[in-house]
């Protein structure tokens, strides 16, 4: 028990004990480390440094290394000894003379100010006194006036770093004077190799794909794969696999997620439920198990479109081939297509709707995909009989943009009439404003009256948009269209859907029903005896 | 003079004039101008005095340049004019060109396009500090790291050129770094200038649409994923690609409605890359770019509401862009 509570009072996090200790050890920041080490060799260290990136790629710990560089008792140098009394002080960040202040707690004037009169002091112990100003975007613009001057003619024996992740923050007089390093995401390869070695220095057996795994839930940020890997490694330090790692992540297996490809390849939506139902048999998070199939299908969309080989895929070998054949045999569209319905299925979950049913209905339509034909193609096979079987997986192609309604033709007699004319109008009305087009594709026409139509915003847009629509420019816009096409002015009435009016509002026309009676698809009905409209995409 | 004849002035050693009025909105010749001047000689280093104009009047600067340097040799008085201060003063200085103090050598530091009321002469000399021109840029990039003993591939400058931006202060900072990147190699290379020198994200935005509009949907997906890697955070780039087509479709607009290319971008003030720019909206009917604008529309609801995934939506929102 004494040496459990030892060990937690003593234990210090993988990202912290690993931190690089030279520029040798900086992952997928060669560039700068090469010339960082380059510019201490010749001498030409500038005086400020703005460091910019994404969080967890070694924005901090470059900028530690380059303070034990300028400051090493050993002298100055690329490779500083990490044996002194300063080397150490730095690395853990406790060094008189390497001051780190993090911006986003200090951000004021007077923090500026209690900087800049410290400026003057000469270091205690060392060469220079390092100012290393973390999260630099968050001082205030006053802030970054006080420090102006200071920038602008600094002591010799002072050096700052200024490191961000916002860039285009930082004011441009004061970016003007720093030599700016943009770090870049590292790749996961890079993060698998370091992770190994860490493995490797902790006397650890763990598998290739365990750290794989970390290493692509770390998205580009060293910090979060060696954290993920840290978790891990307090769950259990021997025999860990990947299917630790996606418990962890609250992910499914891969097998899993290729037994639902499989099934979308193979047309086959019962194969597919029965899938997702052993994903959900694991106790998985829906949301997350819907975040893992979009990245999934990313990745093979990915291959479709640029081939294995490119930087882009960014996948260890192993899973690679996997992927390639799985990806073999969809079309780009198709996945273009289940993306589409996964980000709807992700946006219904995060709302509140049955994560299950949710699920259940997307993996269908994915599924079912191949069944749905565009009408235009439908209309050339009508035209074009016999007619060829459509191929195994084909998404629908996106419609043609809607003609323009005709001048001349009648206008429509009822809200029925109206309704199917509705995206005709919204089209049109797109064309002389886009974010009154925008914003009436989200409505529904509910009343039609002899000088006024009214529109109904759905209930979870808010007053706001009813407001928004208001406005005397998209108004104006719309009922500009809605003359064209009653030949007479027609006014518009925007009202919000009340919270339980779905049960007494009047029935929206049933889109099968306003399908089958647009005359193209009745030609194509036509020429197909006995066949109807069941599923509309 | 322009600024390039400052150095060579100085350089002929004809000796420093009184008075040097560095003008223009280039803040990084300003403060080169002030380094050349100081590293002249006759003490100037050491004897510099930087005045704000904001905090200071005609009679104080009158004063600090009569009165002669405590170390002797000669005083270098800047005068960092944040303002119109020597605009409104221009009588008095040309009054004290006229009868200069022969201790002191003056660098007034003025940040605005034109200088009235102020002449040049034997004892004022006024440096013009405008902003560079591209081809002025690309030789000025291939000048200094000659200076620094190195050699630049032509297209390797051009590159450096076209991704640093607008700022002389950062492009002379990324030659700096490129400089001492290279270490002993004589030469810097396209490769270098890719590997060390990110891309404005403005022109990278034009890289990707650009390669949507040719139907490459491969580059289109290399040039998205340099951006997302970056760092550049994904609403900012839908941002950006949402400006681009309004623009597009703005200009769409004005070229139907019979207006004249040049006019087009005049009107919608588009400084940077016209050509491309204009290439891009022929490469479209407008039907397709209001379709690209929804798509666009579609993927920031798509960031906003599904809790992540930024990297898928933003790649499938490129690949149908470039459909």
Request: hydrophobic residues 30%.
């Given at each position: 028990m004494r040496d459990a509570m030892e060990r937690e009072k003593t234990y210090t996090v993988l990202a912290r004990r690993y931190r690089?200790?030279?520029?040798?050890?900086?992952?997928?920041?060669e560039h700068v480390a090469q010339t960082l080490r380059n510019a201490i060799a010749d001498g030409r260290v500038g005086h400020a440094y703005l460091f910019s990136g994404?969080?967890?790629?070694g924005k901090t710990s470059t900028a530690r290394l380059l303070a034990k560089a300028l400051n090493c008792a050993e002298g100055i140098?690329?490779?500083?000894?990490?044996?002194?009394e300063i080397c150490l002080a730095v690395q853990d960040g406790t060094?008189?003379?390497?001051i780190e202040m993090d911006a986003a707690s200090n951000r004021g004037v007077d923090d500026a100010r209690a900087l800049r009169e410290g400026v003057r002091y000469a270091p205690l112990r060392s060469r220079h006194k390092i100012y290393i100003i973390d999260?630099?975007?968050?001082?205030?613009r006053e802030a970054f006036n006080t420090l102006l001057k200071t920038l602008e003619e600094?002591?010799?024996?002072v050096k700052f770093i200024f490191a961000t992740?916002?860039?285009?923050?930082?004011p441009d007089t004061i970016a003007s004077r720093c030599q700016r390093f943009d770090f870049r995401r590292i790749t996961a390869a890079d993060i698998l190799k370091r992770l190994k070695q860490i493995v490797t220095r902790e006397k650890l057996h763990v598998d290739d794909a365990v750290l794989d795994a970390c290493a692509r839930a770390a998205r580009g940020s060293m910090r979060d794969g060696e954290s993920v890997l840290d978790q891990l490694l307090a769950f259990?330090?021997?025999?860990?696999?990947a299917g630790d790692v996606s418990a962890l992540l609250g992910a499914a297996a891969e097998d899993r997620i290729e037994a639902i490809v499989a099934a979308l390849k193979a047309a086959d939506p019962g194969a597919a439920l029965t899938a997702l139902d052993a994903v959900f048999a694991g106790g998985l998070d829906p949301a997350a198990f819907t975040d893992q199939m979009i990245e999934h299908v990313r990745t093979l969309m990915v291959i479709q479109a640029c081939?294995?080989?490119?930087?882009?895929?960014?996948?260890?070998d192993h899973l690679l081939e996997s992927c390639v054949k799985q990806s073999a045999g969809f079309s780009l569209e198709a996945f273009l297509y289940f993306i589409q319905i996964l980000f709807e299925a992700r946006r219904r979950i995060r709302e509140g709707a049955n994560p299950r049913i949710v699920l259940e209905v997307s993996l269908v339509k994915m599924a079912k995909a191949g069944d749905l034909v565009s009408v235009a193609e439908a209309l050339k096979g009508a035209q074009n009989a016999p007619v060829t079987p459509a191929p195994p997986i084909k998404p629908p192609s996106p419609e043609p943009?809607?003609?323009?309604?005709?001048?001349n033709a009648a206008p429509p007699s009822s809200i029925e009439e109206f309704a199917r004319a509705w995206p005709r109008l919204v089209a049109e009305v797109k064309k002389s404003s886009m974010v009154a087009g925008a914003l009436l594709a989200q409505c529904r026409p509910i009343k039609m009256g002899a000088a006024e139509i009214e529109i109904q915003v759905p209930q979870?847009?808010?007053?706001i948009q009813v407001d928004n629509l208001k406005q005397p420019k998209h108004t104006g816009a719309i009922e500009t269209v809605l003359h064209r096409i009653f030949g007479r002015r027609t006014g518009i009435r925007v009202t919000l859907e009340s919270g339980g009016a779905s049960a007494a509002e009047p029935r929206r026309p049933s889109p099968s029903s306003d399908l089958a009676a647009d005359p193209s698809v009745r030609k194509v009905l036509d020429a197909f005896p006995g066949s109807r409209v069941d599923h509309i995409e | 003079m322009e600024f390039s004849a400052l150095a060579g002035e100085i350089k002929a050693s004809r000796g420093l004039a009184?008075?040097?009025?560095?003008?223009?909105?280039e803040s990084y010749l300003r403060d080169q101008g002030v380094e050349l001047l100081k590293a002249a000689g006759e003490d100037l280093a050491r004897n510099a005095v930087r005045i704000s104009a904001s905090d200071s009047t005609w009679p104080q600067v009158a004063a600090d340049l009569y009165t002669p340097p405590f170390l002797g040799g000669r005083k270098l008085v800047i005068l960092a004019d944040e303002g119109n201060f020597v605009h409104n003063h221009a009588r008095e200085l040309m009054e004290y060109a006229a009868?200069?103090?022969?201790?002191a050598v003056l660098a007034a530091l003025v940040p605005s396009e034109k200088l009235a009321g102020i002449k040049e002469g034997t004892t004022l000399r006024i440096v013009e500090c405008r902003p560079m021109r591209p081809a002025e840029r690309v030789r000025w990039v291939q000048s200094e790291i000659q200076r620094s003993g190195k050699a630049v591939d032509r297209a390797a400058a051009e590159l450096l050129c076209r991704r640093a931006g607008d700022s002389l202060a950062e492009l002379a900072g990324h030659v700096t770094n490129l400089v001492t990147y290279v270490g002993a190699r004589p030469r810097i290379a396209v490769e270098d200038v890719e590997r060390l020198v990110v891309g404005l994200p403005e022109r990278e935005v034009y890289e990707l649409a650009l390669a949507a509009a040719r139907k490459r949907r491969k580059e289109a997906l290399e040039v998205a994923r340099t951006l997302l890697m970056s760092g550049e955070a994904p609403q900012v780039l839908l941002w950006r690609l949402g400006w681009q087509y309004r623009k597009l479709i703005e200009a769409k607009k004005l070229i139907l409605a019979g207006r004249r290319r040049f006019e087009v971008t005049s009107l919608l003030q588009i400084t940077y890359f016209p050509d491309e720019f204009l290439s891009l909206v022929d490469a479209h009917a407008l039907e397709e770019l209001l379709e690209k604008h929804g798509e666009i529309l579609a993927a920031d609801v798509a960031l906003k509401t599904t809790g992540g995934q930024e990297q898928a939506i933003m790649e499938s929102l490129v690949l149908r862009l470039a459909a």
């Open positions: 690089p200790v030279s520029f040798d050890e900086v992952v997928g920041q994404p969080r967890g790629v140098s690329a490779d500083p000894c990490n044996k002194c060094d008189t003379d390497v999260e630099a975007h968050m001082l205030t600094p002591p010799p024996h992740t916002e860039p285009h923050k930082i259990k330090e021997k025999g860990l696999t081939g294995r080989t490119s930087p882009v895929v960014d996948l260890p943009p809607p003609p323009a309604p005709e001048e979870n847009l808010g007053k | 009184p008075i040097y009025v560095l003008v223009g909105v009868a200069p103090s022969p201790t």
